[in-house]
């Protein structure tokens, strides 16, 4: 009969079976550090029986200085892996979410740039299983308690979540709801007939706004969503007070036809703006409906001045679906002398927009300001000084080009792939022009200028096709 092993003989055992294990898995955390392969490698780790992992996770725990084992980096695999058992014993060992994960998946933290760790989370979310990723969300919820965690729509493009009531409710406990696109989310949730989750989504407010609901219920019915569109209606036949909307509604288009369109009430409704030092005006944002748009000269009693970043881009931040696919339809606007300032970007991806002037007291093209594919022509006066960087980027429609007497400069990728630009009339006054990509993809442009001139050099230089002006 073979002698039983003594404690010393056990240990030397588990010993070298936790060497081999502890290999893996500093091989599997350095995959999980590349947010390319995270998900998958988690994904194909092959697991050792509960009791067995539980063991190995002791062990571990008491001999981290001997194999450099991080507890708290794999109390963080073992959320996202959904495994309550491992969680509970190494919370039971003192293990907490490292800062820099937990400062990256947290709702307080407001930076919007790529983030390894925020990467990495969607990551591993998007491979679990759904029972897994409810596991996950549950244990987030318990390592983060009345905190919230982050939410963006990039990890609701990731993370399936809504398909399944639980994961959506969980979802809707413990992150941030109001990063959410409320709008993009239920429109999702009618298309996929998921009524449970329109109960949820009700629950927590989502259709208080009679004019939301009433949305709701016309997306459910163009779309040919009869479930969504059922449930939806009993939900107004059940708790809207159909009387007293429809005398709001009476009173407020009553208003309207009665409004002064220039009051500052009436203003407000259409822009966003902000008074400055000066007592003058920057419009920061445009809430209207209208896809012709001319920009007021005053607000109240004071001048409009100045347009602020991002104001008519559809890619502005915190702004709702609809609004941004106005801005998207936008043709025409308007802007009166009274501008002297375009903040950068202040027209980025109008796409449709056709027809804008520039006002006489702008002295500055800004970085990206003009990039719209449905500008075809453009004459820009002799008070623009400077031509800012990528101001007409992409612009594959815009055929022609006039800068009048006075410009002095055009920056890097001005007019980068201007793919339709056929004639660009430079003045004499130009005498810096950016090498850095600033006709790159004009193909068929043919620059108009003076004989002489620094705009003749720089063609030369740059093998750009010219010929000379007779005025």
């Given at each position: 009969?073979?002698?039983?092993?003594?404690?010393?003989?056990?240990?030397?055992?588990?010993?070298?079976?936790?060497?081999?294990?502890?290999?893996?898995?500093s091989?599997?955390?350095?995959?999980?550090?590349?947010?390319?392969?995270?998900?998958?490698?988690?994904?194909?780790?092959?697991?050792?029986?509960?009791?067995?992992?539980?063991?190995?996770?002791?062990?571990?725990?008491?001999?981290?200085?001997?194999?450099?084992?991080?507890?708290?980096?794999?109390?963080?695999?073992?959320?996202?892996?959904?495994?309550?058992?491992?969680?509970?014993?190494?919370?039971?060992?003192?293990?907490?979410?490292?800062?820099?994960?937990?400062?990256?998946?947290?709702a307080?933290?407001?930076?919007?740039?790529?983030?390894?760790?925020?990467?990495?989370?969607?990551?591993?979310?998007?491979?679990?299983?759904?029972?897994?990723?409810?596991?996950?969300?549950?244990?987030?919820?318990?390592?983060?308690?009345?905190?919230?965690?982050?939410?963006?729509?990039?990890?609701?493009?990731?993370?399936?979540?809504?398909?399944?009531?639980?994961?959506?409710?969980?979802v809707?406990?413990?992150?941030?709801?109001?990063?959410?696109?409320?709008?993009?989310?239920?429109?999702?949730?009618?298309?996929?007939?998921?009524?449970?989750?329109?109960?949820?989504?009700?629950?927590?407010?989502?259709?208080?706004?009679?004019?939301?609901?009433?949305?709701?219920?016309?997306?459910?019915?163009?779309?040919?969503?009869?479930?969504?569109?059922?449930?939806?209606?009993?939900f107004?036949?059940?708790?809207?007070?159909?009387?007293?909307?429809r005398?709001?509604?009476?009173?407020?288009?009553?208003?309207?036809?009665?409004?002064?369109?220039?009051?500052?009430?009436?203003?407000?409704?259409?822009?966003?703006?902000?008074?400055?030092?000066?007592?003058?005006?920057?419009?920061?944002?445009?809430?209207?409906?209208?896809?012709?748009?001319?920009?007021?000269?005053?607000?109240?009693?004071?001048?409009?001045?100045?347009?602020?970043?991002?104001?008519?881009?559809?890619?502005?931040?915190?702004?709702?679906?609809?609004?941004?696919?106005?801005?998207?339809?936008?043709?025409?606007?308007?802007?009166?002398?009274?501008?002297?300032?375009?903040?950068?970007?202040?027209?980025?991806?109008?796409?449709?927009?056709?027809?804008?002037?520039?006002?006489?007291?702008?002295?500055?093209?800004?970085?990206?300001?003009?990039?719209?594919?449905g500008?075809?022509?453009?004459?820009i006066?002799?008070?623009?000084?400077?031509?800012?960087?990528?101001?007409?980027?992409?612009?594959?429609?815009?055929?022609?080009?006039?800068?009048?007497?006075?410009?002095?400069?055009?920056?890097?990728?001005?007019?980068?792939?201007?793919?339709?630009?056929?004639?660009?009339?430079?003045?004499?006054?130009?005498?810096?022009?950016?090498?850095?990509?600033t006709?790159?993809?004009?193909?068929?442009?043919?620059?108009?200028?003076?004989?002489?001139s620094y705009?003749?050099?720089?063609?030369?230089?740059?093998?750009?096709?010219?010929?000379?002006?007779?005025k």
């Open positions: 009969m073979k002698d039983k092993p003594t404690p010393e003989q056990e240990a030397q055992v588990l010993e070298a079976a936790i060497g081999k294990t502890t290999v893996k898995i091989g599997i955390l350095a995959d999980l550090g590349n947010d390319e392969f995270s998900a998958r490698a988690f994904r194909k780790i092959n697991m050792l029986p509960i009791s067995q992992r539980t063991a190995v996770i002791d062990y571990l725990c008491e001999n981290s200085y001997k194999y450099h084992f991080d507890v708290d980096k794999l109390l963080y695999y073992s959320i996202l892996g959904g495994c309550e058992k491992a969680y509970d014993v190494l919370k039971a060992r003192g293990a907490k979410l490292p800062a820099e994960i937990r400062t990256a998946i947290s307080k933290n407001t930076f919007r740039g790529a983030n390894m760790w925020w990467m990495q989370f969607q990551a591993i979310l998007h491979y679990v299983e759904t029972d897994a990723l409810i596991r996950a969300l549950r244990l987030l919820g318990r390592e983060f308690g009345d905190d919230k965690i982050k939410f963006t729509m990039t990890f609701y493009q990731y993370v399936n979540f809504i398909n399944d009531i639980e994961a959506f409710e969980l809707l406990a413990h992150f941030d709801q109001s990063r959410m696109n409320k709008t993009a989310i239920m429109k999702d949730i009618i298309s996929k007939e998921l009524t449970s989750c329109l109960a949820a989504a009700e629950q927590n407010g989502w259709l208080n706004n009679p004019q939301k609901r009433d949305e709701m219920i016309k997306y459910a019915s163009d779309n040919g969503k009869t479930e969504s569109a059922a449930w939806l209606l009993d107004k036949n059940r708790t809207a007070d159909v009387a007293a909307e005398e709001k509604a009476e009173k407020k288009m009553l208003r309207e036809l009665n409004a002064d369109p220039n009051s500052l009430t009436e203003l407000r409704k259409i822009w966003k703006f902000e008074k400055r030092g000066d007592n003058t005006i920057i419009i920061t944002g445009y809430k209207g409906d209208r896809t012709e748009v001319t920009v007021p000269e005053k607000i109240g009693n004071d001048i409009v001045a100045a347009i602020g970043e991002y104001a008519f881009s559809p890619d502005a931040k915190r702004i709702r679906e609809e609004q941004r696919d106005l801005r998207k339809s936008i043709t025409k606007i308007t802007l009166p002398d009274t501008i002297e300032n375009i903040g950068e970007f202040a027209f980025f991806k109008c796409k449709s927009l056709s027809h804008i002037n520039i006002p006489e007291k702008l002295a500055e093209i800004s970085k990206g300001m003009l990039n719209c594919t500008l075809e022509n453009i004459v006066g002799g008070n623009i000084k400077m031509i800012g960087a990528v101001a007409f980027y992409s612009c594959f429609r815009l055929k022609s080009v006039k800068i009048c007497e006075g410009a002095a400069e055009i920056d890097s990728a001005a007019f980068y792939k201007c793919s339709a630009l056929e004639n660009l009339e430079l003045p004499r006054s130009v005498t810096k022009i950016s090498e850095d990509s006709f790159w993809g004009c193909r068929k442009l043919t620059v108009l200028l003076h004989k002489g705009a003749e050099s720089y063609c030369e230089n740059s093998r750009i096709i010219y010929k000379y002006t007779e």
